[in-house]
């Protein structure tokens, strides 16, 4: 394609978004390099999955070389699956089934998910950079700032950043995250014990979200089967690829309220382990195991936040996605779908403008009113669903935990 050579972009984060708009401007042969401020690739363990929905999967569709999109679908989980609402005991209150088709769901691991994004991008990724603020002047239009003081010449910048952006009060001004008073210790365990799932056959293809009978207390899990091992998918193709883990797990949330985790737990990760295994005591008997057998690195505490709408975009020709603008409960998992598909329509009017010849800044406005329409009712969606869940609302947490789980079966028995 035709594009022209002194047109850059400069990307801040190589999370799920950043690296996919890169890989997105990579393919239509636009310069772009990414500014990471973590010192290396695999710094956090990043140890959980995650479900693609069909948004997540069409943006990787149109982003990704497609050997790269094959490796994404042939080390993810099974498609379709079902996510059930249960009480603490898991019996089932109702359950949802997701359609059994290649790119409607799936399940993911997210490192294995982030080391294809990087693929390919040798070179255009750059570490121990954190980013701080853009600068309008110099020959490209803008540039991009660091903590060390150094900085980067772009035509375009986007902040792609994550929730605590150090971009967004300076690119979208009053609009950051509003906390909410729920909270998630994440953490995963193996899946086998001995060669035998831990999961009973019952839930093989199921995520559970167990509705604790106090409000404000519920418990998530669901097992992350990778479909062929990444090590071998990667080998066949994408050689020379890294392949960061291979072993099923379960990933699970233990979900309550903010106020219950003392401050001295929040960054560590032993008392956060203990605070789990506490507040899961009246849980069925598999929950408690799960909490038992967790791998300690991979405890995280993540307080819940959802985004505000910006209302104005400081400086043109710089931009947000993912997180950094529109962060929300994990309830109804649109997070990291609604970042990747920020990433392929930003990448998607940037090409359309420069094959165009029409003016990158307009483009972005297009972008950012699309982006803001679609991710702010997804998190509308998650905050509603996250306070008809969790909260205290009498009814409909009675009808959840009380009387619909009465009318099922029990789903796995408890000895
Ligand atoms: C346990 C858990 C499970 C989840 N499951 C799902 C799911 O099933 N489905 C779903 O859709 N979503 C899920 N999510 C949400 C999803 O992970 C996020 O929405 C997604 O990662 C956001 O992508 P992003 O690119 O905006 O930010 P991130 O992926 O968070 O990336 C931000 C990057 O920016 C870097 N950075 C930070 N500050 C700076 C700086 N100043 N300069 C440069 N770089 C910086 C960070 O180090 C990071 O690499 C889950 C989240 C969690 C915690």
């Not at 729920?182 to 086998?192: K, N, T």
């Not at 960061?244 to 990933?251: I, L, Q, W």
């Amino acid at each position: 394609m035709g594009i022209s050579t002194d047109f850059s972009v400069a990307i801040a984060g190589a999370g799920l978004s950043g690296l996919c708009l890169a890989q997105y401007l990579m393919r239509a042969g636009v310069d772009v390099h990414v500014y990471e401020r973590d010192p290396s690739p695999f710094v956090r363990q990043q140890g959980y999955r995650i479900i693609l929905d069909r948004h997540g999967l069409q943006a990787l569709r149109e982003s990704l070389p497609r050997p790269l999109y094959r490796l994404a679908l042939t080390t993810g989980d099974e498609p379709g699956g079902q996510l059930r609402f249960t009480d603490s005991r898991l019996r089932d209150a109702f359950t949802i089934t997701f359609k059994d088709e290649p790119h409607a769901t799936r399940q993911v691991d997210r490192a294995t998910l982030r080391s294809i994004l990087m693929l390919g991008l040798d070179g255009r990724i750059h570490y121990g950079k954190p980013a701080v603020a853009v600068e309008r002047g110099g020959p490209s239009g803008l540039r991009l700032r660091f903590t060390d003081g150094g900085s980067v010449a772009a035509s375009v910048v986007v902040g792609a950043d994550g929730v605590g952006s150090a971009l967004r009060a300076q690119l979208m001004p009053d609009a950051d995250p509003a906390n909410t008073p729920m909270a998630g210790i994440y953490s995963r365990s193996p899946l086998r014990r001995n060669g035998e799932s831990v999961i009973p056959g019952a839930l093989r293809t199921s995520g559970v979200l167990a509705i604790a009978d106090q409000p404000s207390r519920a418990f998530f899990f669901t097992s992350m089967r990778f479909g062929e091992s990444p090590r071998e998918a990667f080998a066949r193709l994408a050689p020379g690829g890294y392949a960061p883990t291979g072993d099923d797990y379960v990933m699970w949330g233990l979900l309550l309220r903010q106020q219950e985790v003392p401050i001295g737990a929040r960054g560590d990760l032993l008392a956060l382990r203990d605070l789990a295994v506490r507040m899961s005591a009246d849980f069925h008997p598999l929950i408690r195991r799960l909490v038992d057998t967790a791998e300690l690195d991979t405890t995280v505490l993540n307080p819940f936040a959802a985004g505000r709408r910006p209302h104005r975009w400081a400086v043109p020709g710089a931009t947000m996605m993912g997180d950094a603008v529109h962060v929300m409960p994990p309830f109804g998992a649109h997070g990291g779908n609604t970042a990747l598909r920020d990433a392929a329509l930003l990448g998607h009017r940037i090409v359309e403008a420069l094959a165009s010849g029409t003016p990158v800044q307009e483009a972005i406005a297009r972008y950012q009113d699309e982006m803001v329409s679609y991710a702010f009712r997804a998190v509308d969606t998650a905050a509603g669903l996250m306070r008809r869940l969790t909260g205290a609302a009498a009814a409909p947490h009675w009808i959840l935990t009380r009387v619909l789980p009465r009318l099922h079966r029990v789903t796995v028995p408890e000895a």
